[in-house]
């Protein structure tokens, strides 16, 4: 499921935008339509909010106290923006970075990729200027669902008629459907956390909800690679299309799963958070009962990534990603985990800032490689996990 934001632009086209975000919706996507003021004149904002179940944006300076930062909000979690229909005059307000309303703003802020679905008089859309200005966006990359030909609403014959929405909608999923650009690859992930019993109701474990490994299993399953998860114990539900997945609880266990697929896997994504100390003397049979003070002696763990690195030697198969979750310095420490571990990428993030870490939606990374750091932006988790797999493949090729 994706949010796409629907543009809508005074066109007599505008109803048919209507089915486009029901089509959709169907298809799994939330839609979140915004219009221009001209859009309204041609379909009420009320049939969109019906339909969506959000309400229409269209004034960039709605009161409110959270609106500008809603609408912000909104050009970050955006995964593709669509305009249905565009008019000559959005087409020619993207070309040139004009933004004077709401959608011309966002489509300026995004990041997310841009359809557009022309709809005009036959004329307006045959005139050069229409035509440059669709060139220009071309090239900086947005595509076109061009419009059909025949009876316009003008009463002229020809070309200017907007796509059908099942063209629109097909355009717009399969811009959003991720290309299986890991096909044929097997990748092994880790996630959440592991937990260090100490007796048979008490045990040490860490604040990872295995989402951020989650997120990556599920973007490389999406991908065409075939996943295997070891999940340690966490109450968000895994994800579909795993190959297998093995269930752990404490490092240990986690450690002699993935050894056990370790020859199995192209690349191996150590996203759990490993408990680093367990309690030396192992689980107690008996509960400790209230007394004095305990002394618990805790051991080492074995260090899984350290252990595949070293096993790896200069074969370079699996290719070895590793993160840093750490509260100071995080670019720094993971480079020196990069290479103490031999590992190919560190994938390090301070938890303490907001929005990033443990038990949220949203993580703000550093992917740091023998080559360089890259920062990204606060994302959701499944973006990040894009970014992290888009790095995997270059270092699988
Ligand atoms: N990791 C592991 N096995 C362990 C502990 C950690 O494979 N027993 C992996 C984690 O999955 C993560 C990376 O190592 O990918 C970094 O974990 P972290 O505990 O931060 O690393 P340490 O080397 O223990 O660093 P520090 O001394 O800063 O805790």
């Known amino acids: 499921m994706s949010l796409i934001c629907l543009g809508v632009s005074g066109g007599i ?4 935008a209507v089915e486009v975000a029901r089509l959709l919706q169907k298809r799994g996507h939330e839609i979140q339509a915004v219009m221009t003021r001209s859009a309204k004149k041609f379909v009420g904002p009320l049939t969109f909010e019906a339909i969506t179940r ?11 106290i959270n609106s500008n930062v809603e609408h912000i909000a909104i050009a970050s979690s955006a995964e593709l923006l669509l305009v249905a229909p565009a008019t000559a ?3 020619g307000k993207f070309a040139n970075g004009i933004a004077d309303d709401f959608l011309t703003s966002l489509h300026l802020a995004t990041k997310a990729p841009v359809l557009m679905a022309p709809a005009m008089n036959v004329n307006m859309w045959e005139h050069p200027a229409v035509q440059e200005n669709m060139q220009r966006l071309t090239a900086r990359g947005v595509r076109f669902v061009d419009p059909g030909e025949g009876y316009l609403a003008c009463g002229w014959i ?4 907007l796509a059908e929405p099942e063209a629109i909608a097909e355009a717009a999923d399969r811009m959003l459907r991720p290309s299986k650009t890991l096909a044929g690859r097997r990748i092994l992930v880790t996630a959440g956390p592991t937990y260090e019993d100490i007796d048979p109701v008490r045990y040490i474990g860490n604040r990872s909800s295995g989402r951020m490994g989650f997120a990556i299993a599920e973007a490389a399953a999406a991908r065409g690679a075939d996943v295997r998860l070891v999940s340690g114990p966490t109450n ?3 994800p579909s299309g795993m190959g297998e997945i093995a269930h752990v609880r404490s490092a240990a266990e986690m450690h002699a799963a993935v050894m056990n697929w370790r020859d199995w896997a192209d690349a191996i994504v150590m996203a759990a958070a490993v408990a680093d100390y367990t309690p030396a003397q192992g689980a107690r049979a008996e509960k400790i009962a209230k007394g004095g003070d305990v002394d618990l002696a805790l051991a080492r763990t074995r260090d899984i990534l350290s252990d595949l690195g070293a096993s790896r030697g ?12 750490e509260t100071s310095d995080a670019v720094d ?3 020196e985990k990069l290479f103490r571990k031999h590992a190919d990428l560190i994938v390090a993030n301070d938890v303490t ?5 443990f038990d949220v939606e949203t993580n703000e990374v550093v992917l740091v490689t023998a080559g360089g750091a890259e920062a990204l932006p606060l994302l959701p988790k499944r973006e990040v996990a894009a970014a992290i797999l888009a790095k995997v493949e270059d270092l699988l090729r």
């Open 333 to 335: 420490k993971a480079r």
């Open 353 to 357: 800032k907001p929005g990033a870490g």
């Open 54 to 64: 959000r309400p229409v944006i269209s004034n960039q300076f709605a009161p409110g």
């Open 89 to 91: 005059n959005i087409i």
């Open 158 to 161: 020809g070309k200017g008629r």
């Open 314 to 325: 200069d074969g370079k198969k699996p290719i070895l990603v590793g993160f840093a979750a």
């Open 236 to 238: 968000v539900p895994a």
């Open 13 to 16: 086209g505008a109803y048919k």
